[in-house]
């Protein structure tokens, strides 16, 4: 059976989990905005945060829009950071 075939069967197979104070932050191409489904929001209680980057899919991870993302994302961690912000024991 081939790789594509093993991707096929898994896929048909699978169902996704819902996950108690699961927070989901989705990145979107422009074009596949319209595309989004509220599929995700099953598996949250929490309303799902979407993101959409104002360019094609195929052109997302290239300059200048790479850069755009990154920084979407890089505000995204460091909001999860403050708002989880763990305290770590310290070593006496």
């Keep these: 059976m081939s790789f594509i075939s093993h991707f096929y069967e898994a896929l048909e197979r699978y169902t996704p989990t819902a996950l108690p104070g699961l927070a989901i932050t989705l990145f979107l191409s422009s074009e596949w905005r319209w595309k989004y489904s509220s599929t995700l929001e099953k ?6 945060q979407v993101h959409e980057v104002p360019v094609y899919h195929d052109n997302m ?10 920084t979407e994302i890089d505000q995204c ?12 024991p310290t070593k006496s």
């Design 61 to 70: 991870f290239v300059e200048p829009w790479i850069l755009q993302l990154a």
């Design 43 to 48: 598996l949250t209680e929490m309303p799902v």
């Design 77 to 88: 961690l460091q909001e999860a950071d403050l708002k989880y912000e763990v305290s770590l």
